[in-house]
């Protein structure tokens, strides 16, 4: 660790948040300029938008989205003649903070003038975005996907995805959301920050129980019961390349200009976390993408009141140190010459 930068030159750099130059002339870095900010809510709907304008069929797998509060008129017009349209369109809206993490700051509406617009969204843009309403459930639960994608290189474009993720649950029973029950967080959000909170909450002593587990073992779970898991993981891996595919114009932006062609610099490489609810049919839906995931393998453990413990997570280190050790040996400068 060097808090304080190294002279030496290394192979691999490995920053903790995000990218940062510190003179660094050679070797590989873990972050790529700009990745923070281009994975952030609005920016990514904005590119998916772009895509969606060009290639509306094949990137319907991102929720409709409004930005707040510049497209907040445009949000209400387009509900409106959308009800207009079918009468029966009875939609949920997720209204999401920029820059927000953690469930932070998210609420469920039902119709345009329930946002909040006093204060908070004039000086903390948000994006608006249509419910899913008709997730899958496993057990009864509302649960969503991470997957690790790690991006190896820009030009020319590789990808390369984990086989395995997690899954992370809600700790309520999932009911379609209705004026009653919009702000039951532990029925409609999936973090992990939030439902850890929760009493129902069961930290998994092994990968396919409790409230955070193994991708694969919810794919052999569906797999037993009869779906296309080969088609679902190819709906997966289409959706990534497309997302990745969408935030790469803005990535070479960034990338030329904090490392010039031509000058001496580092390679960038990156691991990313991709967020994806999957709907009652099967079909994947990007929910956001995380350029900075947590690696931990530990969770914290209440002993007694306020006295707290770190305790290993199984299922995360089944599924993290895999990710690691294969991103390692995948940008390993000794592979590279061999
Ligand atoms: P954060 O960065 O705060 O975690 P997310 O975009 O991941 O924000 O949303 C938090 C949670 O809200 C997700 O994990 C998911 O459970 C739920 N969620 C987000 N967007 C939608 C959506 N369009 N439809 C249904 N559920 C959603």
């Not at 919810?218 to 037993?224: A, E, F, K, T, Y």
Request: aromatic share 10%; with cysteine.
């Amino acid at each position: 660790q060097f808090p304080f930068g190294r002279r030496l030159p290394c192979d691999i750099y490995w920053h903790g948040v995000s990218f940062h130059e510190n003179d660094i002339f050679s070797g590989q870095v873990n972050k790529f300029p700009g990745m923070t900010e281009v994975v952030r809510k609005i920016t990514l709907s904005r590119a998916v938008r772009t895509m969606q304008d060009l290639f509306p069929l094949e990137y319907n797998f991102y929720p409709r989205s409004w930005i707040l509060p510049e497209e907040f008129p445009l949000f209400v017009a387009e509900v409106r003649m959308m009800k207009d349209s079918d009468p029966s369109w009875k939609p949920t809206f997720i209204v999401k903070p920029d820059g927000g993490c953690q469930g932070d700051g998210i609420y469920l509406i039902k119709d345009p003038s329930d946002i909040r617009l006093t204060g908070s969204i004039q000086s903390r843009p948000a994006v608006v975005q249509e419910y899913i309403c008709k997730p899958l459930l496993v057990d009864k639960l509302k649960f969503d996907i991470r997957l690790y994608v790690l991006l190896k290189s820009l030009e020319p474009l590789e990808i390369y995805i984990a086989k395995d993720g997690l899954s992370r649950f809600c700790t309520e029973p999932y009911q379609e959301p209705t004026l009653k029950n919009l702000h039951q967080v532990f029925m409609h959000l999936t973090n992990y920050s939030l439902n850890v909170h929760s009493g129902n909450f069961i930290h998994s002593d092994n990968v396919n129980t409790g409230s955070k587990r193994t991708f694969s073992s919810i794919l052999c779970r569906l797999s037993s019961q009869g779906a296309d898991v080969k088609k679902l993981w190819s709906d997966i891996i289409s959706l990534v390349i497309k997302t990745i595919i969408a935030l790469t114009p803005e990535l070479k932006v960034y990338y030329q200009s904090d490392i010039p062609a031509g000058k001496p610099g580092p390679t960038c490489f990156q691991i990313l976390g991709f967020d994806i609810l999957l709907m009652k049919n099967l079909k994947p839906m990007l929910l956001e993408v995380n350029a900075n995931p947590s690696m931990r393998i530990e969770h914290e453990q209440e002993l007694s009141p306020g006295v707290f413990e770190n305790v290993p997570s199984p299922v995360d280190e089944e599924v993290k140190v895999a990710v690691i050790r294969d991103t390692l040996r995948l940008v390993d400068p000794q592979k590279k010459k061999r």
